[in-house]
């Protein structure tokens, strides 16, 4: 294997129709500032909306996360800067769902120090390096990828990756519902 640490939450699980909106890996980086890029993406309508009224090459003081779900997560305000605005549309290379057309929905990729956020409206799959190349973001460059999928993002990360790990996070599908 070879380039990036990537780093898979086995929740929140898109496929299992969590929304996305956990600001749980968000957090940590932003309050470390860390300096090697790290590739990390969510779900949030209204903050995909303040980025595309902002415009490419704005900064603002944007808020994330906690969209729909607030008992796990807490929304998270920093400084970004618009780093590029899409329809969120693209096709899945590789393994599993080859071809398929995703829709995310309206998708800004904001900047924070080293970390490129891909906001989208819509939850989709992220079994695949495309949602990131998609809106210009190499994975294989970066020191950190995240993607919310707890296995079926192997076939097509595991050839990418340098190690890949791998952490059971708070979310709203926990192993054992009571």
Same mark, same amino acid.
């Given at each position: 294997?070879?380039?990036?640490?990537?780093?898979?939450?086995?929740?929140?699980?898109?496929?299992?129709?969590? @929304?996305?909106?956990?600001?749980?890996?968000?957090?940590?980086?932003?309050?470390?500032?860390?300096?090697?890029?790290?590739?990390?993406?969510?779900?949030? @309508?209204?903050? &995909?909306?303040?980025?595309?009224?902002?415009?490419?090459?704005?900064?603002?003081?944007?808020?994330?996360?906690?969209? /729909?779900?607030?008992?796990?997560?807490? @929304?998270?305000?920093?400084?970004?800067?618009?780093?590029?605005?899409?329809?969120?549309?693209?096709?899945?290379?590789?393994?599993?769902?080859?071809? &398929?057309?995703?829709?995310?929905?309206?998708?800004? &990729?904001?900047?924070?120090?080293?970390?490129?956020?891909?906001?989208?409206?819509?939850?989709?799959?992220?079994?695949?390096?495309?949602?990131?190349?998609?809106?210009?973001?190499?994975?294989?460059?970066?020191?950190?990828?995240?993607?919310?999928?707890? &296995?079926? /993002?192997?076939?097509?990360?595991? @050839?990418?990756?340098?190690?890949?790990?791998?952490?059971?996070?708070?979310?709203?599908?926990?192993?054992?519902?009571?």
């Amino acid at each position: 294997m070879t380039g990036a640490p990537l780093f898979f939450p086995t929740r929140p699980m898109l496929q299992a129709r969590a @929304p996305g909106d956990s600001t749980t890996l968000l957090k940590a980086p932003l309050d470390r500032e860390i300096r090697e890029t790290a590739l990390l993406n969510i779900v949030d @309508p209204p903050a &995909v909306s303040a980025a595309h009224r902002a415009g490419i090459g704005a900064t603002l003081q944007l808020t994330v996360g906690a969209t /729909f779900s607030s008992t796990f997560y807490r @929304p998270v305000t920093f400084a970004a800067y618009v780093n590029s605005l899409s329809d969120g549309t693209f096709r899945n290379k590789g393994p599993g769902f080859q071809g &398929v057309e995703i829709q995310m929905g309206r998708t800004a &990729v904001v900047v924070s120090g080293a970390i490129h956020l891909v906001i989208m409206e819509q939850p989709v799959i992220q079994w695949h390096p495309e949602l990131y190349r998609s809106q210009g973001l190499e994975p294989t460059e970066a020191k950190i990828v995240t993607t919310k999928s707890p &296995v079926a /993002f192997r076939a097509a990360y595991e @050839p990418l990756a340098a190690e890949i790990i791998v952490d059971d996070l708070e979310g709203e599908l926990p192993e054992t519902n009571t």
